[in-house]
């Protein structure tokens, strides 16, 4: 039991340790920008591929077959024309296969694009393994220029009996003023 | 101790004399300066409670908007960004400018009285506190004058609409939260070192009033999430102004961890909205029952079960951004879990009043309103909890009306009963009866009609946040904009009713409530400037 009626001093010195709490706290607030990231990288619970190059596949499971579906969209402020050209192939997971994507710009002007992979299900992409994909880069296109854009990757044999269907989306965003100011 | 606390409608006459002018240097003080300057905590509390009720007014103006433009389909009146920022803006100054300063008002003005302290333990911040909160809201409500608009991206200022979307004004508003949090914190602070360092001899832990027990825990999560509000708005305007990608896929952020760092702050924030709400219910329940409070300790416990569970539902905001089912079950257990704490300080109340000797006056009107119509927005809760059934809920009218039950005829009625029960004491007059009977009839069948309907409103799949609806909805919207204006037009009735009761009335005793209970009730009415110079013994 604290001594009521208290000096100042006293006052002064919880203050200091509560303030230090909340300086902490806005600490924490930022924080969980890193944790959530680490987060998700080990759970892969957001659908986001590694963008690391994954090591070759070492074996095949052949008693089963994943449908692997490739859809792309295009935000609005981009002029560029993305498309898959196969959209569903069937894998057998641990078998590599390489797939393309067609870009064109359409517009009169060189700009620079960056693909954002998402999968879904969100817990499938652990196992959505890259060897080698466009998406690790940007991509510069000049005026009308036109681009087949490779990707080769595997289906984990790991990904779990219960995932049948793999979605793999490329969102396309403008990253031409960005790629500019890095020069 | 003869000297009065003025109300502001009686500051001209207000001529305050002390034997401690040393200590009180501002008591000379007249006019504007005396309340610029001021670092009494009654009068700190008195320009709270005037502060957050020119903003329930001008929150409550623009609900009125919102309404009027939903009164028929189509779009007549507004248009939909202005829409927009009406439902953006209303939310923000009724969480930030009407109910978080309402508690901070009696908190100030009670915890100090019901601890038997002479002031709070930091007067001069407390001063800071109160006047940097209308410059934030300043800078809020002058950025809908702004070219392009006030903030449009409803209150929970989801990125990328806050980023990627929003207008220039969306500075402005990043700065107004920042000082609303500074604000929130030092008043938090100030709360704690008060309650931990000035409480009077003999009042241990379990002594302490209830109010002052929920207010404690409520400055603990402020001062927990309101620096992560803090941080998550400089993300917002570092990621709109200065090029940081935290929320911007493009970039390598997530759009999505805006949303969990937003509600690690958003769900206690509800906690802190109703928390204090539930300290003055426990002193008006028995006060009106004449039976002591049921289950002290447990509602002790409740309180603090409820506000550490506060910080593990945060996603059941977002069971529908694609979470793994684990998770979205995780939260939505955690989420059914609050209503036990919950439940246990329902059934107190409900305990203490069994084979009580109530009375009906108005505090005990409101708090009774609370218990039934907070229970009602419990229950939606409970129901929205339910992953499945979020799904369909998710962003209606549902939504709507479960969050107006518990703020509306939760905290605010609440607010409304402890303005009631403790009026005598600030002011030295009994209310008139009358017209609180007025006001309480009128605001009770009127926020019925405005609310409740919105339940079957979402239920049928009207979305929220749209200025326009489908035929379909067209009768059920003109009856809520009916309630809605009429509940409006309710509280000025209780403007009128505080203004006369400032004025003038029957002098009220130091104790007006025979069943009252507490330090408060043990000095004159109205509370002289300084109370409990000498502490009081508590036995």
């Known amino acids: ?183 | 101790m003869t000297t009065a606390l003025k109300t502001p409608q009686q500051d001209q006459l207000g001529h305050v004399e002390t034997q401690s002018d040393t200590h009180h240097h501002d008591h000379h003080l007249t006019g504007w300066r005396r309340w610029l300057l001021t670092t009494n905590h009654k009068e700190i509390g008195t320009l709270y409670l005037w502060f957050s009720f020119a903003m329930f007014l001008i929150g409550g103006a623009m609900a009125m908007v919102i309404r009027a433009e939903l009164f028929q389909p189509g779009l007549q009146l507004v248009d939909p960004h202005f829409f927009n920022q009406m439902t953006t803006v209303h939310g923000l100054i009724m969480v930030f400018g009407a109910v978080m300063p309402a508690f901070t008002g009696l908190a100030n003005w009670m915890i100090p009285m019901m601890i038997g302290a002479p002031d709070m333990a930091l007067p001069r911040m407390n001063n800071w506190s109160f006047w940097i909160l209308p410059f934030a809201f300043a800078l809020l409500i002058g950025s809908l004058f702004m070219e392009g608009g006030g903030p449009a991206f409803g209150w929970t200022f989801y990125a990328p609409l806050s980023t990627t979307f929003s207008g220039d004004s969306t500075a402005l508003f990043v700065f107004s939260v920042h000082i609303m949090g500074i604000s929130s914190i030092m008043g938090a602070i100030n709360v704690i070192v008060t309650i931990v360092n000035l409480r009077a001899p003999g009042m241990t832990w379990m002594k302490l009033p209830l109010f002052v027990w929920t207010w404690l825990i409520t400055a603990f999560l402020l001062i927990a999430v309101m620096p992560v509000l803090a941080g998550v708005v400089t993300m917002v305007l570092t990621d709109k102004y200065f090029g940081t990608s935290f929320f911007d896929a493009a970039g390598g952020g997530d759009p999505v961890m805006f949303q969990h760092i937003f509600w690690f702050f958003g769900h206690p924030e509800v906690y802190i909205m109703i928390l204090p709400a539930f300290g003055v219910i426990s002193a008006i329940v028995p006060a009106f029952s004449r039976k002591k409070l049921f289950g002290y300790a447990s509602m002790v416990y409740a309180t603090a079960s409820i506000a550490g569970l506060s910080f593990l539902v945060w996603a059941h905001h977002m069971f529908t951004t694609g979470m793994p089912v684990a998770a979205e079950l995780f939260f939505m257990y955690c989420t059914m879990l609050i209503s036990v704490p919950t439940g246990v300080k329902v059934f107190n109340w409900v305990a203490t009043m069994w084979r009580g000797a109530i009375s009906f006056e108005a505090p005990m009107l409101f708090a009774l309103a609370f218990i039934v119509l907070f229970t009602i927005g419990g229950l939606s809760g409970l129901m929205l909890s339910l992953t499945p059934i979020d799904f369909q809920y998710h962003d209606t009218y549902f939504v709507v009306a479960h969050f107006h039950y518990v703020l509306v005829t939760g905290a605010v009625f609440s607010i409304m009963a402890a303005a009631y029960y403790w009026l005598p004491k600030w002011t030295g007059h009994m209310y008139s009866e009358t017209l609180a009977r007025w006001h309480f009839w009128c605001s009770i069948i009127s926020v019925n009609v405005l609310f409740f309907p919105m339940h079957f409103l979402g239920l049928a799949g009207m979305p929220r946040r749209i200025p326009d609806y489908a035929l379909q909805f067209a009768d059920i919207n003109q009856v809520v904009s009916i309630g809605g204006f009429a509940f409006g037009l309710s509280q000025l009735i209780f403007l009128a009713l505080v203004i006369k009761c400032i004025r003038g009335g029957q002098k009220a005793p130091a104790k007006p409530w025979d069943g009252a209970e507490g330090l408060e009730w043990t000095v004159p009415s109205p509370a002289p400037l300084h109370t409990f110079d000498t502490p009081p013994v508590v036995k």
Request: proline fraction near 6%; include cysteine; charged fraction near 15%.
């Open chain 1, 1 to 183: 039991m604290n001594a009521p009626q208290s000096q100042p001093a006293q006052h002064g010195r919880l203050a200091a340790r509560l303030l230090l709490v909340v300086v902490g706290m806005f600490g924490f607030g930022f924080a969980l920008v890193p944790l959530y990231d680490v987060f998700c990288d080990i759970t892969g619970i957001n659908g986001k591929t590694s963008q690391e190059v994954a090591a070759l596949s070492t074996g095949v499971d052949e008693s089963r077959t994943v449908t692997v579906e490739f859809v792309t969209y295009v935000r609005g402020d981009m002029p560029w024309e993305f498309k898959p050209v196969t959209e569903r192939i069937q894998v057998h997971p641990g078998e590599t296969h390489q797939v393309a994507f067609l870009a064109r710009n359409r517009s009169g002007e060189s700009t620079v694009g960056q693909a954002i992979p998402s999968v879904s299900p969100g817990t499938g992409a652990l196992y959505f393994s890259k060897i080698e994909c466009f998406c690790f880069n940007n991509q510069p296109l000049a005026a009308g220029e036109e681009a087949e854009m490779g990707l080769v990757f595997y289906v984990d044999p790991e990904l779990p009996e219960s995932i049948r269907t793999l979605t793999l989306s490329y969102t396309l965003y403008n990253i031409t003023e960005q790629a500019m100011g890095r020069g």
